[in-house]
DNA sequence: GTAAAAACCTGATAAATATCATATTTTAAA
DNA sequence: TTTAAAATATGATATTTATCAGGTTTTTAC
C-alpha cells in the first residue's frame, strides 16, 4: 500500500492541509485502483461512501435530462478530488462519473474524511473554498448555457480545453473527446457539434485529425465566444 | 439594536449552530438596513466583505453574459444568506442582486463570519451543507439548461416558483416578477416568454392577471416540464 | 485480415427561438 | 387627471438548432 504522505498528487488538493498522522490514517483504509477507459466510477442514483483522489487519467461527470440526453458537467483530471458534494450533503450522487482513459485513482472511504473534516479546520476550510471555487464555475457555465449560442459554447469550450488540459509538442489539446463527448459538453445534438467543428476548421480556426484538435487562432475564438 | 440571539429568521440558516456569545458578538457588529424594491445589494465585481441574512423580502440574483443579455442564476428570500461564496474565495462577486420588493436585512462583517468560520466546526459544517446543496442545484440548473426546451424550462420554473414561494388565499404564487425577471429566469427572450405565458393561458395551465400567476394544472405543467 | 460495429460526416428539412415592428395596456410622474 | 414611460402583447420574419436519412471512415472483436 503506498504512502499518502509521500503521494505528490496530494499537493495539488485540499489533502495538503491534512497532518501526518491525518495522512498515516489515510494511508491504511484507502483503497487504489487501476480503472480502464469506459469504466464507470460511480452512476446516478449510488451511495459512493466516500472520495476519488484522482492519480492520473481524466473522467467525465455527466447527468441524465428528463429527455434522455446527458450533459456533461465536469471533467475531472490528475490532482482533483471527486464525490465531495454527496459525502458532506449525505445523500446519493445525481451524477455518473466515466472514465475518458486508463485511471489510476485512491478511494477515501466516507468515515475518514469526516473524520478530519471535523477535526482539522484547515482542511474543511480548504474544502470549503474548492467547492466556492466550483459554485462560481457553476454559476457561470449556467450563464454560458442560457444565454449563448453553440456556435459561442463550442468556442468556450475548446479555449477552457486548451487552457485546462494544455497542448502535447504537436500543439493539439491534451485530451481525447469523441464527437459526442463535446456535444454533451455544449449541449447540443451530436451532428450539430460536428458541423460547427467542421466550419472552424474550414474557416481555419481549428485543425483535427480525429479526436486530436489543434486551436490555430485563438483570438478568432475569443472573439466568437464572448458574440464579436 | 436588535438582538440575533432573538431573531426567528437565524433558526432557517447556518447562524443557528452559533453560540450564544458568538450571536451576542454578531449582534454588536452587525448592521440593519432596508432596502427598497429595485434598489441593488451588490453587483457584479464589487467586494461585498460580508454576509447577508435575509429579514424579510426577496431579491434576485442575477449575472451579465458576455451578450448583454441578464441571466437570473438564483432567487433569495427570507431565511436565506446571501454572499457567502465570495467572501470565502475572497474574491469579488460576480453576480448581482436586486430587491424584488422592499426587504429587511442584517450585514454582518466578513471578520467576524470568518472567525466563527475557524472557530465553531459545526457552524462550518453547515456552512459546507449549504454550498453542496447549492452545488446540486447549479448541476440540474446547468442540466435544464443545455438540454430542456424553453417551454419545458418554463413549466418547471412555474413549478419551482409555486414550491419555493407557495401560494397565497386567491392561489396566486406569492412572489411577482416581471416577464422580462422571468425570461431572464428560464434564460429566452422576453417576447418568448410572454408568448408561452399566453399559450398556456389559452390552453388552462396557468391562469394570470399581471404578475400574478396561479397555476390550474399541475401535473400538466409536470408532463410538460420532463417532455411528456 | 476481415467483418461488424461504432464513430464521423453531410444534406435536407422541420422545429424552436430570436428579432423586429408595432399596438395596447398598465404604471409612474407631473 | 393627464401625460409620458414602461411593461405587456402579438404578428411577421429570420436565424438557429434539431432531427432524420443516408453516406463514409475508423475502430473493435474475432
Known amino acids: 500500500m503506498s504512502k499518502c504522505e509521500q503521494c505528490i498528487v496530494r499537493q495539488f488538493n485540499s489533502l495538503k492541509h491534512l497532518s501526518k498522522e491525518e495522512l498515516l490514517r489515510m494511508s491504511n483504509c484507502k483503497t487504489s485502483k487501476i480503472i480502464k477507459k469506459g469504466e464507470i466510477l460511480f452512476d446516478e442514483g449510488e451511495h459512493i461512501n466516500g472520495v476519488f483522489c484522482i492519480k492520473d487519467g481524466v473522467c467525465k461527470v455527466s ?20 464525490g465531495e458534494r454527496s459525502l458532506i450533503s449525505d445523500e446519493v450522487s445525481n451524477l455518473k462519473a466515466v472514465a475518458l482513459n486508463d485511471m489510476e485513482i485512491c478511494f477515501i ?7 478530519d473534516l471535523q477535526k482539522n479546520n484547515n482542511f474543511t476550510m480548504s474544502v470549503l473554498k474548492d467547492m466556492a471555487s466550483s459554485l462560481k464555475t457553476a454559476d457561470n457555465l449556467i450563464v454560458d448555457m442560457a444565454q449563448k449560442t453553440v ?42 457539434a460536428i458541423r460547427l467543428l467542421s466550419d472552424l476548421k474550414k ?9 486530436d484538435i489543434k486551436i490555430l487562432n485563438r483570438i478568432a475564438l475569443e472573439k466568437m465566444a464572448t458574440g464579436f
Chains 1, 2 share one sequence.
Open 203 to 211: 474557416k481555419k480556426v481549428i485543425e483535427f485529425k480525429g479526436k
Open 109 to 115: 472511504p466516507k468515515d475518514e474524511i469526516i473524520r
Open 63 to 82: 447527468k441524465m435530462s428528463d429527455n434522455g440526453r446527458n450533459q456533461i458537467v465536469s471533467l475531472i483530471q490528475k490532482g482533483d478530488l471527486l
Open 151 to 192: 456556435k459561442q459554447r463550442l468556442a468556450e469550450t475548446l479555449l477552457h480545453l486548451e487552457t485546462k488540459f494544455s497542448t502535447n509538442t504537436d500543439g493539439n489539446i491534451n485530451i481525447q473527446l469523441s464527437r459526442e463527448d463535446i456535444a454533451n459538453v455544449i449541449g447540443t445534438a451530436t451532428e450539430s
